[in-house]
């Protein structure tokens, strides 16, 4: 299924939801949005307190088979889910936890990070409402408070791209992201399926512009790809929120 077919996503309830046997499944979770309510701030999230229990049956049922995929770094992932040990992909697949050991899957010069993080900071430090996000290899602004800002924080994203040649500029929910070429979440996705999880039937859900792509590769995988939320989507199923999401996997759990 090309990235560019867009499909009027069918609403579903968390019980009609129809995923594979778990131990033939490779399921991928997008973390902001689609596993916890989105919030002003990156760091004001609220994680459901059953969550991290969620998670280890979801891992238990398949196997090994559940990687967390998050834009957030893997330590941010990490520190707010404690307790959790599966597999994380952080940075949109520039970084990887596997077995409780991290790896980067990218490299990227720290002073280049440090110099994009310096001058987004910079840009933001005038303007009222415009969060900035370190990545650990690159930045992103957050206008959330200030959606007037849309085009400034583009332009300003652009200017760093054209300075930076090997970065890429990625629109998401409020944000724009400068992060390196070639580092996305379908790729590191198709490098899973490829690896660790090759036989298996992959599922995805995401909810932002950033998980498109992958929902995506799993389509036209032949997989089950969720879009959770509002707006386009190439996801021929869609979930109304994070709560409909935790609730349709428990109920995968007790069906299996």
């Known amino acids: 299924m090309p990235y560019s077919a867009i499909h009027p996503a069918l609403s579903a309830a968390p019980s009609d939801l129809t995923l594979p046997d778990p131990h033939q499944t490779a399921l991928f979770l997008d973390f902001d949005g689609t596993l916890v309510d989105l919030a002003a701030a990156p760091g004001a999230i609220e994680v459901p307190k059953d969550l991290v229990g969620l998670l280890a049956r979801l891992d238990r049922a398949t196997a090994g088979g559940l990687v967390l995929i998050s834009g957030r770094s893997v330590a941010d992932i990490a520190g707010w889910l404690p307790g959790y040990t599966g597999p994380i992909v952080g940075g949109h697949g520039a970084e990887e936890r596997v077995a409780g ?100 039937v992959p599922v995805m859900f995401g909810d932002d512009a950033t998980d498109e792509p992958a929902l995506a590769w799993v389509a036209g995988a032949g997989g089950v790809a969720v879009k959770v939320g509002e707006g386009p989507t190439v996801a021929p199923c869609r979930l109304p929120d994070p709560a409909a999401v935790r609730a349709a996997l428990s109920n995968w759990l007790e069906r299996n």
């Open 101 to 200: 050991v991290i790896a980067e899957t990218v490299a990227v010069d720290p002073l280049t990070v440090e110099e994009l993080v310096r001058a987004a900071t910079g840009f933001a430090s005038g303007r009222a409402g415009i969060l900035v996000e370190p990545k650990p290899t690159g930045v992103v602004l957050h206008y959330r408070a200030v959606p007037e800002c849309a085009a400034e924080v583009g332009a300003m994203i652009d200017g760093l791209a054209d300075r930076f040649t090997r970065m890429t500029r990625h629109d998401a929910k409020m944000a724009v992201e400068l992060r390196p070429d070639g580092v996305a979440k379908d790729v590191s996705l198709a490098r899973w399926m490829c690896d660790q999880f090759a036989g298996r």
